[in-house]
């Protein structure tokens, strides 16, 4: 059996010391290699044997959009201005919730504009990694196409290395125009792209990206939709929702038939790389750089956060859509459940009836929805 040691570099899960622990060393690097060999796989039978992708692969073609003209880039955005108004609609400082005490700690000083530049650096630092996993998106979409072994799979990822591309080039040029700065790559969201990246195995790029990772990435946006005031960033989100969806339904339509067919000890592999990749994306959000960044006690502020059950709740609800689709891979209840178990100690088990993506993408195209009302006005 292997341990958390070896599948997390720690014993318990919630060892704040070795969470801190894990640091980018070079932060001012422009590129970052990693070694990765898998096999390029040519496939010559060119028959469309599996409908759900085929439906898929004709969705994408028309939900394409352009991030040039598809967004109102000329929408002013005051970042502090849009900061207050955060505040005012999700709470009273804009990120700790009333359950912390903050009394005898740093931020029981701050006056406004410490919990204004918080929110900023916070976006900074948000929309920072967005656009890092984004680019982790689109390397891996691009190695799918390599490596998977049939025509329909090919053909669907193809699309999404488009998407990719859009997706690291908006997030690149909302940072870049409209916010204030960008933050380094998290070493946490780092560790866990090498690891993707570095595997072999067709599969796991699959399992790591496009269920654990977009999966993630499905939900966080959807939350950043609710809680933003500013109107680009919800028009951006919305049209990257849109393709996210079938990013991550493509990873269930796909593993689904494949994972049917592993041994027990196959299946178990990818149950520990499900629950690594939940562990090292849940800490990353707790924004260890942004402290840093502000001057605080990074290690006094991480407890505070964990110590916040409201923020416990959101978190969690990150996985809303990991959970499910897992189920659906059939991931949960293999090996005598240890992968329900796992996340049953990380507090995200209750997800696991609600819908999986494979299901429910054509629900979320905005794009179509945008596209369809335009003709409709116009005819």
């Given at each position: 059996?292997?341990?958390?040691?070896?599948?997390?570099?720690?014993?318990?899960i919630?060892?704040l010391?070795?969470?801190?622990?894990?640091?980018?060393?070079?932060v001012?690097?422009?590129?970052?290699?990693?070694?990765?060999?898998?096999?390029a796989?040519?496939?010559?039978?060119y028959?469309?044997s599996r409908?759900?992708?085929?439906?898929?692969y004709e969705?994408?073609?028309?939900?394409?959009w352009?991030?040039?003209?598809?967004?109102?880039w000329?929408?002013?955005?005051?970042?502090?201005?849009?900061v207050l108004a955060n505040m005012?609609?999700?709470g009273?400082?804009?990120?700790?919730?009333?359950?912390?005490?903050?009394?005898?700690?740093?931020?029981?000083?701050?006056?406004?504009?410490?919990?204004?530049e918080l929110g900023?650096?916070?976006?900074?630092?948000?929309l920072?990694?967005?656009?890092h996993?984004?680019?982790?998106?689109?390397?891996c979409?691009?190695?799918?196409?390599e490596t998977?072994?049939?025509i329909?799979a090919?053909?669907?990822?193809?699309t999404q290395?488009?998407?990719?591309?859009?997706?690291?080039?908006?997030?690149a040029?909302y940072l870049?125009d409209?916010?204030?700065?960008?933050?380094?790559i998290?070493a946490?969201?780092?560790l866990?792209?090498d690891?993707?990246i570095g595997d072999?195995r067709w599969?796991?790029?699959?399992l790591?990206m496009?269920?654990m990772v977009?999966g993630?990435a499905l939900?966080?946006f959807?939350?950043m939709?609710?809680?933003?005031?500013?109107p680009l960033l919800?028009q951006l989100l919305r049209?990257?929702?849109?393709d996210?969806?079938?990013?991550?339904?493509?990873g269930?339509?796909?593993l689904?038939?494949?994972?049917d067919?592993?041994s027990?000890?196959?299946?178990?592999e990818?149950?520990?790389f499900?629950?690594?990749?939940?562990?090292?994306m849940r800490d990353r959000f707790?924004?260890?750089?942004?402290?840093?960044?502000?001057?605080?006690?990074?290690?006094?502020?991480?407890?505070?956060v964990?110590?916040?059950e409201?923020r416990?709740?959101f978190?969690s609800m990150?996985?809303s859509?990991?959970?499910?689709n897992c189920?659906?891979?059939g991931?949960?209840?293999?090996a005598?459940g240890w992968?329900?178990?796992?996340?049953t100690?990380?507090?995200v088990?209750?997800?696991?009836d609600?819908?999986?993506?494979?299901?429910?993408y054509?629900?979320?195209d905005?794009?179509a929805?945008?596209r369809a009302?335009?003709?409709?006005?116009g005819?």
């Open positions: 059996m292997t341990s958390n040691m070896e599948m997390i570099g720690r014993d318990e919630n060892d010391e070795a969470i801190l622990s894990i640091t980018n060393t070079d001012d690097a422009v590129s970052h290699a990693v070694n990765a060999n898998p096999d796989i040519f496939t010559w039978d028959s469309r409908p759900a992708l085929v439906k898929l969705k994408a073609k028309t939900s394409q352009n991030a040039t003209t598809d967004l109102p000329d929408t002013d955005v005051d970042q502090e201005k849009v005012m609609q999700n009273e400082n804009g990120f700790f919730s009333g359950d912390v005490d903050l009394s005898g700690t740093p931020f029981a000083k701050w006056g406004d504009k410490e919990w204004i900023v650096q916070s976006q900074n630092w948000t920072s990694q967005f656009l996993g984004e680019q982790g998106a689109l390397i979409t691009a190695r799918i196409v998977v072994p049939w329909d090919k053909y669907y990822a193809s290395v488009m998407d990719e591309a859009r997706h690291v080039e908006v997030f040029k870049d409209k916010l204030s700065g960008h933050y380094p998290n946490h969201l780092r866990l792209l690891d993707i072999s599969d796991m790029t699959y790591g496009q269920i977009e993630l939900a966080a959807g939350f939709h609710q809680m933003t005031t500013e919800k049209y990257v929702m849109s996210e969806a079938r990013h991550v339904a493509f269930v339509l796909s689904k038939e494949y994972y067919e592993l027990a000890a196959e299946v178990r990818r149950q520990e499900a629950f690594e990749a939940a562990v090292r707790l924004q260890q750089e942004v402290w840093d960044r502000m001057g605080v006690d990074v290690k006094e502020a991480t407890k505070l964990m110590l916040d409201t416990k709740i978190q990150l996985f859509k990991i959970v499910p189920k659906k891979l991931l949960l209840d293999a005598d992968l329900r178990q796992r996340f100690e990380l507090g088990i209750q997800f696991e609600w819908t999986d993506t494979g299901e429910e054509s629900a979320l905005e794009v929805k945008d009302s335009q003709a409709a006005a005819a």
